[in-house]
């Protein structure tokens, strides 16, 4: 955390902008998490850890954070853009339950290679890529599964 808490630091100084309290709060309970959150929940389980934020201050930390590349913006199925820590985080695609909308992440390197294949056909350096798969999970603990009703 403390790495993170420098690159940020670092960012916002070279942008002359504020170091403050809430937005390194903000970061804070953003690394404290392994999940894919959403800005509302983000919100709401700070002021429910007593951190007195605005909803703005928390919607405009989230840009900034991903301007510095320290989260990333995912837009599944919902309307509701969804957020993940980047800083450190390996390449990694996501499978969505279209029910319950669980997120569960997957690396798979044969996606790399064909990744490197394709830039190199057709000589594109492909910095990142997105693979998002819908579908049902059939897990137990989903309460849409069909085998659980």
């Not at 929940?41 to 590349?69: E, I, P, Q, W």
């Not at 294949?117 to 897990?139: K, P, R, V």
Request: include cysteine.
């Amino acid at each position: 955390m403390s790495r993170v808490s420098e690159v940020f630091t670092a960012w916002l100084r070279e942008r002359g902008l504020r170091k403050t309290p809430e937005r390194m709060g903000i970061l804070d309970a953003i690394y404290s998490r392994d999940d894919h959150f959403d800005a509302e929940t983000l919100f709401r389980d700070l002021l429910k850890n007593g951190m007195h934020v605005s909803r703005a201050t928390v919607y405009n930390t989230l840009d900034l954070l991903m301007a510095c590349n320290l989260i990333r913006r995912h837009q599944f199925e919902s309307a509701h853009a969804r957020f993940e820590k980047a800083y450190g985080s390996r390449q990694h695609d996501h499978l969505i339950c279209m029910e319950c909308h669980r997120v569960v992440e997957f690396c798979d390197p044969r996606l790399q290679h064909i990744q490197a294949t394709m830039g190199s056909l057709l000589h594109f350096d492909i910095q990142h890529h997105s693979l998002t798969m819908y579908g049902q999970c059939l897990t137990d603990n989903c309460e849409f599964n069909p085998e659980n009703n």
